[in-house]
């Protein structure tokens, strides 16, 4: 899929689940705000196995470092799109979060680390859908996809995701905010 979709998988997933599964309450602004961003983040690092991936695309040497960074992991869609890769981005994400506290003590590391986490997987289930499929078990040399026969599946960037997936997230972004207004509303309001 491409970034734009990511971001906004990202989005939509991190408003399903605390519209629908885990209410949040009592969140600060920078803890708001740091969220966000760690969510959109999440929803686009697995593709930094790719060359022309947006962080490497935007950095002066990107294109350079990229291209080693993708032989050095494995090539596209390897480990950074497996569990294996998620537990150690989370890991990873987890050790930094712990190291900044000192300096950042009102961000809440819980709320930052889940909704990081939620654009991570957002990741991994949308690229579930691409004819590529995604090798979710790792080691096991296994791409798997949804649904499980390969012409059914989307071609990223093509109309399928341009016209049916990209809008579809709005729509449910949209059902979402507009189903829990009043809850979101409080939710600003302990900003
Ligand atoms: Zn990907």
């Known amino acids: 899929m491409t970034g734009r979709t990511h971001d906004l998988a990202a989005i939509t997933a991190l408003l399903a689940i605390i519209c629908l599964v885990v209410p949040i309450y009592n969140v600060n602004l920078t803890t708001l705000l740091v969220a966000l961003l760690a969510n959109q983040i999440g929803g686009i ?4 196995d790719q060359p022309t991936a947006p962080l490497w695309r935007n950095l002066p040497v990107g294109k350079f470092v990229g291209r ?8 596209h869609r390897f ?6 890769g998620v537990a ?3 890991f990873l994400f987890w050790s930094l979060l712990n190291f900044l506290h000192p300096i950042v003590a009102n961000v809440d590391s819980v709320i930052v680390w889940w909704s990081f986490m939620i654009g991570l997987l957002s990741h ?4 579930t859908f691409t004819k590529e499929g995604v090798p ?9 996809g949804l649904p499980p026969t390969k012409t059914l599946r989307i071609t990223t960037g093509k109309v399928i995701e341009t016209l049916i997936i990209f809008p579809a997230l709005i729509i449910i972004s949209g059902i979402l905010l507009a189903t829990h207004y009043s809850y979101l509303l409080q939710l600003l309001h302990h900003v």
């Open 88 to 90: 150690l981005f989370g």
């Open 45 to 48: 690092l697995p593709d930094i």
């Open 79 to 84: 480990i950074t799109h497996s569990l294996l």
């Open 68 to 75: 080693f960074f993708d032989k050095f992991i494995g090539g």
């Open 136 to 144: 979710w078990l790792l080691p096991l040399p296994l791409k798997l």
């Open 124 to 127: 991994l289930v949308i690229d």
